[in-house]
């Protein structure tokens, strides 16, 4: 039996550990500049061991989290569901759940049976539902219901054996190519509830050998050229799908998050160009693709890792469709895509970039949307920000122009980093998924946490980022060492999501008030009762509250005691009141979450869960769906 205690690192912990970033900047200057700004946080500002802390009176907590915290009425139709700690999911009472679809289960009937011993042969490994899903939007398509869904990257340890043993052979990379990616598939409520429609013809895989097209401002630029594709316009493969987006037009937005990550280099001596460190790209790659697959050689293809990293764009309704990867909305490490309708009809993206002390996003398209109008050109032709937060409350979209940043067009879509570097963007914690509120003018964006927040290496000098830029507290991050996270929320002026400007606060700092009595407490709407760390996946619903799940420590000891299994919340954007509403098994993440046409079912991910989930001893931890429902039928968001 393969071991099953423990997932290998996530994405986010191999990066970190594969390629670790130059340590540079001073302790003094840090300090002078936190103590600086005491007076007008108004909170205790305390150093120790080489960390700056912000008070919790912090004057930017949104008066929401305070009201939560006075017992304003709630909205919420459910108990409250304590911790878990447990291999299995949990609904509050009065509300039932099911697996729709597990790793490797068939999307089309010549797909073998799942087998908990053998890996599946490559020529059937993209005829299944892949590994690790993650973000997931359902589209209603002439009466079907079709959900696409992210495969974000495949649990080795977990879920292959290897023809090599541990070594990865070329048929271990195909299969490996074919697991990851995008999945649309039917699925239809029976009398034994939901499943696939196996061999509906809106099945398909999207995997890293998928031909896509590559559109927008980039396209055919000389970085994208290379000795395939000397127009710098077809790739093959999408890769390391992290959330989503759905347009207003009804395509499904796939974010390619860690793709740095496939990448490597047969020759150590290969000298790599400032920007492939930048964005993590190194000389070993986490599945020995260059070894196999010279497309992923960056010392025979040094162009190829310019043309991943954006947001792909496919037609669910057409299995035959070519995606397309809209380089207009630049390219960085992507978690999801949240699209909105501007008054003026202008069509509106945020997006993170998901990396300590990288920056916030929006897209903003020159045309503007027509319902059943032409939309090709809405995710070509545009203006892209970054965001910059002010101390007073305030905010910025600065708008990433060649005259701003002396970049080219194409280039401040493919070294979009560095653009908005120069504009002055502000470093967060880890921008995770983005939501706009659909009953109310307001954005947030999850922003994960950043354990090297203001903090000191050994040497004494200052942690930074990928760019060299030193991580000292700022307003929406004001907490030094930051393993908690929190939602930062913002109002565009005069209600307008193209506008440059906005108003921001904190709509939750997480925290453990059990443990701690200051800012790590968490803001005043967390307490012991719903207290959770590391937010992640955000999906707002049609009745305008905001679903939370985490990715975080669910170790559930120390600083995370009392908090379990990963999870997710239910947050009320107008009292703040945040509640627990299910939480996931041992060892996984929940992320993703969709909902069926009539809203009475809601369909949650689970990913890398590290105990034999769902089927129990005996079996394989396997990455699932599950649909969520009420036992009286009602819509459940
Ligand atoms: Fe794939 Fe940042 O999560
Ligand atoms: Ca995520
Ligand atoms: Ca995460």
């Known amino acids: 039996m393969k071991d099953i205690e423990r997932p290998e690192l996530s994405w986010d912990e191999w990066d970190e550990l594969h390629d670790p970033r130059p340590e540079e900047n001073d302790f003094d200057k840090v300090v002078e500049e936190a103590v600086s700004r005491r007076g007008f946080l108004g909170g205790a500002l305390a150093f120790g061991s080489g960390a700056a802390v912000m008070g919790t009176a912090g004057t930017l907590l949104s008066s929401t989290s305070a009201q939560a915290a006075g017992h304003a009425a709630s909205r919420f139709p459910f108990e409250a569901l304590p911790i878990q700690t447990d291999a299995t999911v949990h609904v509050p009472p009065g509300y039932k759940w099911s697996t729709l679809v597990r790793y490797g289960d068939p999307l089309f009937s010549d797909a073998p049976e799942f087998s908990q011993t053998d890996t599946l042969p490559a020529d059937k490994a993209d005829r299944v539902f892949g590994e690790n899903t993650d973000g997931m939007e359902l589209f209603e398509i002439d009466g079907h219901e079709v ?66 097209d590559i559109t927008g401002p980039a396209a055919g630029h000389d970085m994208l050229k ?292 200051d800012a790590y407490a968490g803001s005043p709407n967390v307490n012991e009762g719903n207290m959770f760390n590391s937010p992640d996946g955000m999906m707002f619903d049609s009745a305008g509250i905001l679903w939370i799940q985490t990715d975080g420590n669910d170790g559930n000891e120390e600083g995370f005691a009392g908090m379990g299994n990963n999870q997710m919340l239910a947050g009320d954007p107008v009292t703040g009141e945040i509640r627990r509403f299910l939480t996931g098994p041992k060892g996984s993440e929940v992320t993703g979450l969709t909902w069926s046409a009539d809203r009475k079912t809601m369909f949650v991910g689970i990913q890398h869960p590290a105990s034999p989930f769902p089927d129990g001893d005996g079996t394989l931890a396997r990455s699932s769906i599950v649909a969520v429902w009420r036992n009286d039928g009602a819509p459940v968001g």
């Open 147 to 212: 959900i696409a869904v992210n495969s974000e990257y495949v649990n080795t340890k977990i879920n292959l054996v290897f023809s090599g043993g541990d070594v990865m052979t070329a048929d271990d990379v195909a299969v490996l190519q074919k697991l990851q990616g995008v999945n649309v598939f039917e699925v239809e409520r029976t009398d034994n509830g939901w499943g696939v429609v196996v061999d509906s013809p809106f099945n398909r895989r999207i995997t890293h050998q998928t031909e896509i």
């Open 226 to 517: 290379t000795d395939a594709d000397p127009t710098g316009t077809k790739v093959l493969g999408t890769m390391n799908n992290c959330g989503a987006g759905k347009t207003p037009w009804g395509t499904y937005l796939t974010c390619e998050e860690n793709f740095n990550g496939y990448f490597g280099s047969t020759d150590e001596t290969f000298e790599r160009p400032d920007d492939f460190k930048r964005y993590g790209i190194g000389l070993e790659g986490r599945y020995s693709y260059e070894k196999h697959d010279a497309r992923y050689d960056i010392s025979q293809n040094p162009n190829e890792p310019y043309r991943h990293g954006y947001i792909t764009e496919i037609d669910p309704s057409d299995a035959s469709s070519t995606p397309k990867k809209r380089t207009a909305l630049g390219r960085f490490k992507h978690e999801n895509a949240a699209c909105v309708i501007a008054p003026s009809g202008h069509l509106v993206v945020y997006m993170g970039d998901d990396e300590r002390g990288e920056y916030m996003y929006k897209y903003v398209s020159n045309n503007t949307y027509a319902p059943g109008g032409d939309t090709d050109d809405l995710m070509e032709n545009g203006r892209l920000y970054t965001a910059k937060f002010n101390w007073d409350g305030t905010g910025e979209w600065v708008e990433l122009t060649e005259e701003a940043t002396g970049m080219s067009k194409a280039e401040i879509c493919v070294l979009t980093r560095e653009a908005a570097l120069r504009v002055g963007a502000t470093t967060m914690d880890r921008p995770e998924w983005v939501a706009v509120n659909p009953v109310a003018a307001e954005g947030y964006c999850a922003l994960t946490n950043n354990s090297r927040r203001q903090v000191l290496n050994d040497d004494g000098k200052l942690r930074t980022n990928a760019a060299g830029q030193e991580m000292t507290v700022n307003a929406p991050n004001p907490r030094a060492e930051n393993r908690y996270g929190q939602v930062v929320r913002w109002y565009p002026s005069n209600d307008d999501h193209a506008a440059d400007t906005f108003r921001w606060d904190l709509y939750v700092m997480a925290g453990n008030p059990a443990v701690h009595n």
